[in-house]
């Protein structure tokens, strides 16, 4: 069985001969270990295959480019990037990231003559196709290949409206909202579009709708803003492949909508942060009609656990997700410089393999 075949298998809430295993990571830990297994390339796929992963799925395309500096235009060390979203290069103790500064609608003049960049134009986006197209010649036979367009909807309109603003706007502007959001599920369901024709297998759209112990919105305004908005892109996309498969990331505690992500057809959840939400009971509740990614704790585990601490809870989530299929294993979010970050990463992909071997069905032991 290769890692298609797995992935497949368990995305059909059946047992392979173990759980799927795939990560995510900084570009800094992903040059420490490329260093560890020998991988010179520059293809994040080439280190994902080395690693050992099943599914690969680093790259990210559409309006979340705006957490990056490709492409973009620098002026007195700040970047404008083609959204018109003004951010800064942050540097920290090992590593670095962008933050954004100004939002281009800040003003709500500003929207009357505001124009999304074209995704069928875009030069950042067209070299991005071509990297999935040689990707998905190179790994589509063997490997899962996901196309990420996260920040579809609710954080898009973050980035460009701001976000405390839009939290106002919700209430007091929303025909704003509307338009807004429509503009950017219409934007994305292009990009998606296009990576769907390409091959991709999985794909990854998502907004952070969670906090660590609550719902950033309420589930009524999710339910009223953003479920239309994904249902619409679930259909459509369908509507150019059958058997594309959707994933949806989500950070924080998101347990009141899941019914509701059940019912507009999605496939599998996204990271399933841990702290946040109860694996036990989504596992029981919805564990025949959803898949589950990812579990691995980032804020506590892998960056300060010691080397037994991560083999427990490596073998606790492979049991309590992967029982009977439905599962692929990952850390939650992007593992991060920290002390012990590397070398847990790397303990990490051990317990996996160690204890990831189906039995009759179960998991973990």
């Given at each position: ?59 990210e395309i559409g309006i979340v480019n705006s957490y990056k500096v490709e492409c973009n235009q620098k002026h007195d060390g700040e970047y404008v990037d083609e959204y018109g979203i003004v951010k800064r290069l942050v540097e920290y103790d ?108 999985v794909l990854y759209i998502g907004d952070d709708a969670g906090a660590q112990r609550s719902m950033l919105i309420s589930p009524d305004m999710w339910r009223k803003y953003l479920k239309p908005r994904y249902d619409y892109l679930f259909r ?67 960056p300060f656990g010691s080397a037994a601490e991560v083999v427990a809870e490596v073998r606790e989530k492979l049991k309590t997700y992967g029982t009977d299929g439905g599962f692929i294993i990952s850390c939650a979010h992007n593992v991060q ?29």
């Open positions: 069985m290769n890692s298609k075949e797995r992935v497949l298998t368990v995305l059909d809430h059946k047992t392979a001969d173990r759980v799927p295993i795939t990560n995510r990571y900084t570009p800094e830990i992903a040059s420490e270990l490329a260093n560890i297994v020998g991988v010179k390339s520059n293809d994040s796929f080439d280190l994902e295959v080395a690693l050992g992963h099943d599914m690969l799925c680093m790259k090992g590593g670095s990231y962008m933050e954004i500064v100004k939002n281009p609608l800040e003003n709500l003049d500003a929207w009357s003559s505001y124009r999304f960049p074209d995704p069928e134009q875009q030069p950042i986006l067209r070299k991005q196709y071509e990297e999935f197209k040689r990707s998905i010649d190179k790994y589509g036979k063997t490997h899962v290949i996901v196309g990420g367009v996260t920040c579809t909807i609710f954080e898009g309109a973050e980035m460009l409206r701001g976000m405390s603003r839009l939290f106002v706007d919700f209430l007091e502007n929303e025909g704003f909202v509307n338009e807004l959001m429509d503009q950017l599920m219409h934007y994305h369901f292009k990009v998606g579009k296009k990576l769907i024709e390409l091959g991709v297998d459509e996309w369908r509507k150019i492949r059958k058997d594309i498969i959707f994933a949806f990331h989500t950070d924080g505690h998101v347990e009141p909508i899941v019914p509701d992500f059940v019912d507009i057809g999605l496939d599998m959840l996204n990271p399933i942060q841990p702290e946040c939400m109860n694996d036990e009971r989504l596992k029981r509740e919805f564990g025949r009609k959803l898949s589950f990614w990812g579990g691995i704790n980032v804020q506590k585990t892998i410089p920290n002390p012990r970050s590397v070398d847990n990463t790397m303990i990490y992909y051990w317990a996996c393999r160690r204890y990831g071997e189906y039995r009759n069905g179960q998991v973990g032991d």
